[in-house]
């Protein structure tokens, strides 16, 4: 019978095994590993720093969550490193010498199989036991004296929130108007520092997820079924956020902002988003207004195309419009973005939308209204005023 080659490698060319050029080859391919590794390193870098970090927990729900994932993370990195060794360690030592030789048979050696049953259990059951403390932590109910109820609607591609009066009260039906709610808002999740925000969320469509990482971890949205989260600040400033479940064309333009304020900031900012808009004074913010409640020669819709006038679909306090299919608009020029927290608050950008939300946002129920340049420049002007 033929040996194989790698035997007559062995027994007939075995020299050629450890010829200089062959040292030379392993030497070479052992430095584009090493740097092979050294790019992957540098390029993992790059994922610090970012605004949506949950590396970088900012409240102390996030903190429990980052404390439990490096824990977890020590146990992997540890078995992860004594596994590989041992596979490693077992390929040199018992590599194959003599191809007659069996290697010994461990099958029904009652020590060895105790031993990797036992020790994987206890890993896993220390990696469980926290694990399943943290949820129920997370899932206990902060008591209504240190905690701030919002309710939450996920919408494509938006979120809605509404903050009721009382810690306790029930969220409103979606989709209708209700006066039971202190302020209703979009895209910009305004808190107090150092008390916690519990969350009530749905969805009205499809499946969306609430993810402020720095804050909490993800919490799905879903239509007919009402989930629950909480978060909070230690400090002022501004938390970046996301839906991080995909819901369809403009789901990575679904985002979020969550504005940590001092508590007697956030108090000035409740009473001041409780008050009805302004009537403006101006010409061409009124002439806005007026488009804005009863479209185009006060007609309720835009004639050029029979769209409906802006009041159908979006609600503002003080006035006559109480559309709820889109964003509450009545203090929408205090926010920092807009459209799903993707543009940020300007003229400029409200100018392009107004002009054409498809070609900005593929996808919104909002259409083009054929707006005229006038007709644009005058929502503009209206919509500035409502801070």
Same mark, same amino acid.
């Given at each position: +019978?033929?040996? &194989?080659?790698?035997?007559? =490698?062995?027994? *007939?060319?075995?020299?050629?095994?450890?010829?200089?050029?062959?040292?030379?080859?392993?030497?070479?391919?052992?430095?584009?590993?090493?740097?092979? =590794?050294?790019? /992957?390193?540098?390029?993992?870098?790059?994922? +610090?720093?970012?605004?949506?970090?949950?590396?970088?927990?900012?409240?102390?729900?996030?903190?429990?969550?980052?404390? /439990?994932?490096? @824990?977890?993370?020590?146990?992997? #990195?540890?078995?992860?490193?004594?596994?590989? @060794?041992?596979?490693?360690?077992?390929?040199?030592?018992?590599?194959?010498?003599?191809?007659?030789?069996?290697?010994?048979?461990?099958?029904?050696?009652?020590?060895?199989?105790?031993?990797?049953?036992?020790?994987?259990?206890?890993?896993?059951?220390?990696?469980?036991?926290?694990?399943?403390?943290?949820?129920?932590? %997370? =899932?206990?109910?902060?008591?209504?004296?240190?905690?701030?109820?919002?309710?939450?609607?996920?919408?494509?591609?938006?979120?809605?929130?509404?903050?009721?009066?009382?810690?306790?009260?029930?969220?409103?039906?979606?989709?209708?108007?209700?006066?039971?709610?202190?302020?209703?808002?979009?895209?910009?999740?305004?808190?107090?520092?150092?008390?916690?925000?519990?969350?009530?969320?749905?969805?009205?469509?499809?499946?969306?997820?609430?993810?402020?990482?720095?804050?909490?971890?993800?919490?799905?949205?879903?239509? @007919?079924?009402?989930?629950? +989260?909480?978060?909070?600040?230690?400090?002022?400033?501004?938390?970046?956020?996301?839906?991080?479940?995909?819901?369809?064309?403009?789901?990575?333009?679904?985002?979020?902002? #969550?504005?940590?304020?001092?508590?007697?900031?956030?108090?000035?900012?409740?009473?001041?988003?409780?008050?009805?808009?302004?009537?403006?004074?101006?010409?061409?913010?009124?002439? *806005?207004?007026?488009?804005?409640?009863?479209?185009?020669?006060?007609?309720?819709?835009?004639?050029?195309?029979?769209?409906?006038?802006?009041?159908?679909?979006?609600?503002?306090?003080?006035?006559?419009?109480?559309?709820?299919?889109?964003?509450?608009?009545?203090?929408?020029?205090?926010?920092?973005?807009?459209?799903?927290?993707? %543009?940020?608050?300007?003229?400029?950008?409200?100018?392009?939308?107004?002009?054409?939300?498809?070609?900005?946002?593929?996808?919104?129920? +909002? &259409?083009?209204? *054929?707006?005229?340049?006038?007709?644009?420049?005058?929502?503009?002007?209206?919509?500035?005023?409502?801070?």
């Amino acid at each position: +019978m033929t040996p &194989p080659p790698r035997r007559s =490698a062995r027994n *007939g060319s075995e020299g050629a095994a450890h010829s200089p050029g062959t040292k030379k080859g392993r030497s070479l391919r052992a430095r584009l590993v090493l740097l092979g =590794a050294a790019v /992957l390193c540098l390029f993992l870098t790059a994922c +610090m720093g970012g605004p949506q970090s949950s590396l970088q927990a900012s409240g102390s729900y996030a903190r429990s969550a980052d404390r /439990l994932f490096e @824990g977890v993370f020590i146990i992997v #990195a540890i078995v992860f490193v004594l596994v590989e @060794g041992a596979i490693v360690v077992f390929l040199i030592k018992y590599r194959e010498r003599d191809p007659n030789d069996l290697p010994v048979q461990v099958h029904g050696h009652t020590r060895a199989e105790v031993i990797w049953t036992v020790i994987p259990a206890v890993i896993l059951a220390g990696v469980a036991i926290p694990t399943v403390k943290m949820i129920f932590d %997370f =899932a206990r109910v902060p008591p209504k004296a240190d905690r701030v109820d919002v309710c939450i609607t996920g919408h494509q591609w938006w979120w809605e929130y509404q903050y009721v009066k009382d810690p306790g009260d029930a969220c409103p039906a979606q989709g209708l108007p209700s006066n039971d709610v202190a302020v209703t808002t979009a895209n910009e999740l305004v808190l107090p520092t150092h008390k916690s925000i519990y969350l009530t969320l749905n969805s009205i469509d499809v499946i969306h997820a609430f993810w402020v990482p720095q804050l909490n971890g993800k919490q799905d949205v879903v239509p @007919g079924h009402t989930n629950h +989260m909480t978060i909070e600040a230690d400090n002022p400033g501004t938390y970046y956020g996301q839906c991080s479940q995909y819901c369809g064309t403009s789901h990575a333009n679904m985002r979020l902002r #969550a504005v940590a304020l001092t508590p007697d900031a956030y108090q000035s900012w409740l009473s001041q988003q409780a008050q009805p808009a302004v009537t403006p004074t101006a010409t061409d913010a009124q002439a *806005g207004a007026d488009l804005f409640v009863n479209g185009r020669n006060n007609t309720g819709v835009f004639a050029s195309k029979g769209q409906p006038a802006c009041s159908n679909c979006h609600a503002i306090d003080g006035t006559t419009a109480a559309g709820q299919k889109g964003p509450n608009l009545t203090h929408v020029f205090t926010r920092q973005a807009f459209a799903g927290d993707t %543009f940020d608050m300007n003229p400029e950008n409200l100018k392009l939308w107004l002009e054409d939300p498809p070609k900005m946002k593929p996808g919104v129920d +909002m &259409p083009n209204l *054929g707006l005229t340049p006038q007709e644009v420049n005058d929502l503009v002007a209206y919509l500035e005023t409502l801070k």
